[in-house]
C-alpha cells in the first residue's frame, strides 16, 4: 500500500474556476481559486459592488433528532437548542481544557434539523468529535461534506444581484438567518451570512446545481460589477472586519476568552457541557488579570507583518506575536491582528514594533475591527 499523501480534492467547479485563469492552490486538502486577477481588485470589488466565491471546501455537518439541539448544547459552548428555526449562530467547540477545536456557523432548519459548517481543515475533527459526544442523545450526527456546495455572494449589491434570481423575501432576511428557496431554479439555503464584513448571502445548493448557480449570478451581477474571487481577497476582507482564522487567532492553545470572544460561551444554558469548567477559569482570568489580549496593528510604514512575527517595545522586548497581516486595501497600509501582553493592549499604547527580519517596524494599537460596515 502506498504511503503517499493525498491528492488533493476538487471542488465541483474546479474547471470553471481553471477556465476563468485562476491561479489555484492546495488549501486544507482541496484545490481552490486563491485569486483570478488582482486580489486588491477583487477585494474592492467586494468592498464597493459584489463578489462572487466559491467557498465548496467547508465542511458541512447534520445534526436532526428529537434531541438535536440538546446534544449540541452539550457538545458546543453556544445554546443552539434555543435558537429559532430559521436563525444561525455563531458558536465555537472546545475540548475538556477550554482550547477552540473550531469555530462554526450553526443553522436550524427545522425543530429536529441543525446544519453545523465547519472551516475545512477542521471537518473530520468536528465530525469526530460530535459523533463522540452523542453518546446518550436521541439524535443523529451526518457527514454531509458531499451532498453541498457553497457560493457566496458578497458586498453591497450582493442584495440586487440575488433578488434578480429569486422571489425569496430577501428584505425579510435578517443578518445570521436562512430559508430554503429557490435561485436561478435551483434549490438552496439562502443564509444572510458571510465572512467578508460586508452584507451578502451564502448559497447551499447540491453539487450538480452549483454550475447553473455561478453561471446565472455571474449574468446578473455583470452590471453591478460584480466579479468572481479567491481566497486571497477573502483573507484581507475577513482580517480588515477583525475576524478570526482557525489556526491564526484560533486555536486549540486558546480559549474563545483569549480571543475576545467569550460572548459565544454561554453559561447559563441548561446541562453542563464539554470544557465548562475550564471554560469558567478561562472567563476569570480574562477578567481580573489576562495575561494577553487580541489587538489591531496598524504600520506607519510599508512593510507587511506576516504571522509569527514578533511583537516588541522599542527596546527590543518581545510582548507579543502577529497572528494574521496583510497589506489593507481599504485603509492603504499593512495591517495585523496579533496577541499581546495586556499592559501593551489598550488602543494608542505607544512604543510597539513589529520585528519584521530583524528590522523593528512602529506600529499603532487600535481597536478590532479596522473596517466596519457603514462607518
Known sequence: MSDSPRSPRRVPLDAV????GATVTDFAGWEMPLRYGSERDEHNAVRTRAGLFDLSHMGEIAVTGPQAGELLDRALVGHLSAVPVGR????????????ILDDLIVYRLAP????????????????????????????AVRDDRDAYA??????????GVLAKLTDADLDGLKYYAGLPGTVAGVE????????TGEDGFELFVS??????????????????????CGLSCRDTLRLEAGMPLYGHELTRATTPFDAGLGRVVKFDKPGDFTGRAALEAAARRAEENPPRKLVGLVASGRR???AGYPVVTAGGTVIGEVTSGAPSPTLGKPIAMAYVDASHAAPGTEGVCVDIRGTHEPYEVVALPFYRRGR
Open 17 to 20: 474556476h481553471r477556465a476563468l
Open 88 to 99: 444561525a449562530r455563531y458558536t465555537m467547540i472546545c475540548d475538556a481544557s477550554g482550547g
Open 112 to 139: 429536529e434539523e441543525y446544519l453545523v459548517v465547519a472551516n475545512a481543515a477542521n471537518a473530520q475533527v468536528v465530525l469526530d468529535a460530535l459523533t463522540e459526544r452523542r453518546d446518550g442523545f436521541d439524535a
Open 150 to 159: 457553497l457560493l457566496a455572494v458578497q458586498g453591497p449589491a450582493s442584495p
Open 188 to 195: 438552496a439555503l439562502i443564509a444572510r451570512t458571510g465572512y
Open 207 to 228: 453539487p450538480g446545481d452549483a454550475r447553473t448557480l455561478w453561471e446565472a449570478l455571474t449574468e446578473a451581477g455583470a452590471d453591478a460589477g460584480l466579479v468572481p
Open 304 to 306: 507587511v507583518p506576516r
